[in-house]
């Protein structure tokens, strides 16, 4: 696999397309050339908007090569997603580094199930879009609190060969979890496949696992621990799985489901929880 670092400063990044999906959901479309010829799905980036920014790693839902532009999908949760969110079109972002991460573990299989919660449902589609062109059998279950979260369901649905919808207030799709939805759907031999890969929060991750256990189903995990320099350096990437430690942002970030230490994830999750609202209330007055 052909592997791009970039010097930092080396381009600028230029914003080439913007669209809202949803309440506090953009998409962009950035100049990258190096990294839109080299990326492969499930593969991710990590950026920083300005001189004073901190690095946050963001999964390349599409990219471009003839373009050299790359596409990302993020959800305003902080700072620097805020930040990125106000970037206009023509406008610069400092650093885009990548791809990082190891290719997807489900482009082998004939029979997928995938799983997306809220903004990671994007994750899926460049998974997808390959998965098509091998001529898989692909089921997606887009799973989020509201029907107005289910995003980039066009080009979604269009690859999938089963496509459900899911929704905790129940305004969309069934009323219910990610992992009810699945459960029903096995249980009723409605679905088969070999392989089920997920996307999302740890808590609807541990709760897909434990499912897929119980029909002995091999299922992937795509974790997203924070991350600084995403290259196996900083450590803080750190996860337990099969009580060896990994970093995510070399060993994976997909790891088998049946063995993450979910515990662990979440409270490594939460460690600068106080700090990323310091900073925010500094920098945004939220
Ligand atoms: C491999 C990977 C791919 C990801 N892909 C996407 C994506 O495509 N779209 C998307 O919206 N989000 C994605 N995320 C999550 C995204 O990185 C965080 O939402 C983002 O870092 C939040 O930064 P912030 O400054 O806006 O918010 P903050 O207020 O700093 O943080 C909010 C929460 O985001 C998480 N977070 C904060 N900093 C980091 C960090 N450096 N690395 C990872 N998580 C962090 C923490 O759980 C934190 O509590 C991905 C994470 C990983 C690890
Ligand atoms: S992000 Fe630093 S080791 Fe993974």
Redesign the pocket.
Known sequence: MESYMLRWGEMPFKIISKKKLAEK?KMIEIEAPLVARSAMPGQ?VIIRVDQRG??????I?DWNPSRGTIT???????????K?GRRRVGEEILDVVGP??NPSQVLNYDRVCMIGEG??I??LYPRLKYLKKCGSHTVVIAYAKSGDEIIMEDEISRLSDEYYVVTSDGTRGFKGTAAITLHNLLKESKMKVEVVLAVGSPLMLRSIAAVTKRYQIRTIA???????DGLGMCG??RVIVGNEVKF??ID??EFDAHLVDYDNLISR??M??SE??L??KIHMGG
Request: glycine share 6%; proline share 6%.
């Open positions: 959901i991710f901190e690095r946050i790693p963001l999964t839902v990302l999908v993020f959800r305003e949760i902080g700072l620097t997603t805020m990125l990082l991460g903004v990671r994007s994750s795509d974790l997203s621990p924070i991350m600084l803080c990437c995510a942002c994976g970030p999750m939460k600068y929880r990323e609202q900073s925010l």
